[in-house]
């Protein structure tokens, strides 16, 4: 049993919902063909690409009482999801029944939009019913065109079936009620050869209040639905070839990668990889169910399978390098500090109670100071924090430094076989070093996955691309002359 879950490309575009239906089509057959003891697709989909931003802006702008555009964002959703109806659905009832249901959610956004615009003011509670509306869109339409093309499929809304906590826009899954709504609903489907598309990223409380599991988190929901079903493997379909060595983008001959540890990839996606939500392999990782990304433009490419460390081959160390910039590296710092316990405890909770999210800790051996990432934007509120919560020690010079470097960013460099490599560390220092970047602090995570850098977020580029260098990331694994 597969689940495969479709990005916001894949259904992007008319000729990307015909690539999707040819893929799940071949699965299927090829499903049914192999002698699987368990045979069966689920999909789950995410919106259409741009959708989720376009809702986003509009509650935004609604709330600042801007009615016209979330009118022009109505017209252009119904445009856009219509635009694949008249290419695929021939058939008058389909048509006619996702008009309706395209009808009903459009009108839903607007009297959204207009109770926001009334109250001036948008909660998060309301921000992710509004956001959850384009995966209510793209799945039954997803179906539908599934159904034209001969693959037996029906919508299925995870508001149902996702049970999470109430924490809106980054809600957290609750398995057991989850798992209790998810099987009854999906593996009658399954197993009669039926393809439930189910809605990504959106989920209900207990209650059923609409919540969302947080940006780029449809792959989440794929793993949460995959872990549910036991499935045999989860599929992240996107728009490139599988997790590569680097953003291609900053290094022009990154490769894509066989096979990565689930702890690889969260790494990697934790430090700004786009190319899976962070969360992913939670679920994945205690059933050990393989995760595999694929390219839905280039379906006959292996793309990359994610699977338990044990399963990896541990040749080559370093992996993959991303960055991930806009931060600012917080600096608490002073003689005084030596010895005295409790400081790290009270700057993290300092630092906790502004709701911060800490990147990376790094605290130099003399105990003379600590440093910590955190994104640009909650650099003001966690510095003056810090500066009430030390006051004391500030008028008394036990503590004489508390500030920000701003543009700043992390440099992380992932690969599970770090693990006790010698000299690896002076490698990373040797690249950047050469290339005269200077770097402003350095970390390694507990789990020796990951050595992450702060540098100028203006050398981060020329840094990513010094370490894939140095590491021979260009090359496969059995041609590189340098393993650490
Ligand atoms: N549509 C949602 C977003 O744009 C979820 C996803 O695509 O994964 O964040
Ligand atoms: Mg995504």
């Known amino acids: ?61 609604a709330a600042q009482g801007d009615e016209e555009f979330y009118q022009e964002i109505e017209n252009s959703l119904r445009v856009k999801h219509q635009s694949v109806v008249g290419q695929f659905i021939d058939d008058g009832a389909e048509r006619a029944a996702l008009g309706r249901v395209f009808e009903q959610r459009l009108q839903e956004f607007s009297r959204l939009c207009s109770s926001i615009t009334v109250l001036g003011e948008l909660t998060n509670r309301g921000l992710d019913v509004v956001s959850g509306l384009g995966e209510r869109l793209s799945a039954p339409l997803l179906a539908a065109v599934l159904r034209a093309n001969g693959v037996p499929a029906e919508y299925v809304d995870a508001t149902e079936i996702v049970v999470t906590d109430n924490v809106f826009g980054g809600a957290a899954p609750l398995l057991a009620e989850t798992t209790e709504r998810t099987l009854p ?43 549910v079903l036991d499935a045999d493997e989860i599929q992240i379909w996107t728009d490139v070839n599988g997790v590569m060595t680097a953003d291609p983008r900053i290094v022009s001959n990154a490769r894509s990668l066989n096979q990565l540890s689930y702890e690889e990839v969260a790494e990697l996606a934790y430090y700004g990889a786009k190319v899976l939500h962070p969360q992913t392999v939670t679920p994945a990782v205690e059933k050990k169910i393989p995760i595999r990304v694929l390219n839905t433009f280039e379906p006959s490419h292996p793309g990359t399978r994610i699977v338990d460390r ?26 005084g500090m030596i010895g005295v316990p409790g400081i790290a405890a009270r700057t993290f909770s300092a630092v906790a109670t502004m709701g911060a999210n800490v990147l990376m800790i790094s605290q130099s051996s003399s105990e003379q100071s600590i440093c910590f990432v955190v994104p640009e934007a909650s650099a003001p509120t966690v510095i003056n924090a810090l500066r009430a919560e030390f006051k004391t020690e500030l008028e008394r010079h036990y503590i004489d430094q508390i500030d920000g470097h701003a543009d700043v960013a992390i440099i992380a460099v992932v690969g599970s076989g770090m693990r006790g490599t ?19 602090a350095i970390a390694q995570g507990s789990s020796e996955a990951n050595v992450s850098l702060v540098v100028e977020a203006a050398r981060a580029a020329d840094a990513v691309r010094a370490i894939h260098d140095i590491f021979e990331l260009h090359k496969p694994t059995s041609e590189r002359i340098k393993t650490a």
Do not use: C, W
């Open 422 to 440: 010698p000299g690896l560390a002076a490698s990373i220092f040797q690249a950047v070093g050469s290339h005269s970047i200077n770097v402003i």
């Open 1 to 61: 049993m597969l689940v495969m879950k479709f990005g916001g490309t894949s259904v992007g575009s008319v000729e990307a919902f015909a690539q999707v239906a040819t893929i799940v089509a071949d699965k299927m057959a090829e499903q049914t063909r192999t002698t699987t003891t368990r045979p069966g697709v689920a999909v789950v989909t995410s919106a259409m690409s741009g959708v989720t931003n376009m809702l986003i802006e509009a509650a935004r702008r």
């Open 310 to 335: 044990r399963d990896t081959p541990s040749s080559g160390t370093v992996k993959a390098i991303t960055s991930i910039r806009g931060m600012n590296l917080v600096t608490v710092g002073g003689r």
């Open 185 to 227: 609903r999906l593996l009658p489907m399954v197993e009669k050869g039926i393809v439930p598309v189910v809605t990504g990223f959106v989920g209900a409380t207990v209650d059923g209040i609409p919540t969302t599991l947080g940006r780029g988190a449809s792959d989440y929901t794929a793993a949460i639905i995959g872990a």
